[in-house]
């Protein structure tokens, strides 16, 4: 629903196991304006081949040049909603949280919002990965795209679908 047609989305040979819901982020204390230049969190469940479920949230976060309250405010809503989810429900999340190197390393905001419920994926054996982009000003990577995996047996449940080490490689 974003004004611009800026929209997030899901591409998978998966079947659909229900039908995908748009969940509009609420940020605290901000205007109008700011708040039309955000998207929603594209929840997807999906039929994995041995007729398990697992779940997908799209993102696209509040850009850079927004207040770090409002990525904040970004990263609690999805964490909401996963932990909603049924506990032997395997979930991950992908897309554009655009978290810099330095907010995260002033606000500590992978450790704060991120690790205690999810696995950072390119940080699973993708030791020489730099990045996902390039901020010549201050010389300097960060992974503003991510992969986010958490398994069921995070959540108390039991895990059939697990992450591989070593199988994301960031080119």
Known sequence: DDERGIDVAFLTRLPLAEP????????????????????????????????????GYAVHFPAPFHPTAMRIDAYRALNRLADALPADRPAFAAGDFNTTSTEDREQAMLERYVRPSWTVVHETGCDGCKGT???????????????LWAPAERRRGGATWRLRPGSAVIA
């Open 133 to 147: 982009s390039y901020y010549p000003p201050t010389d300097e990577w960060s992974f503003l795209d991510m992969l």
């Open 20 to 55: 995908a819901a748009l969940h509009r982020i609420e940020f605290d204390g901000v205007d109008d304006a700011r708040e039309a230049d955000t998207r929603g969190i594209l929840e997807a469940t999906f039929r994995l081949p041995d007729g398990s479920l697992l779940t």
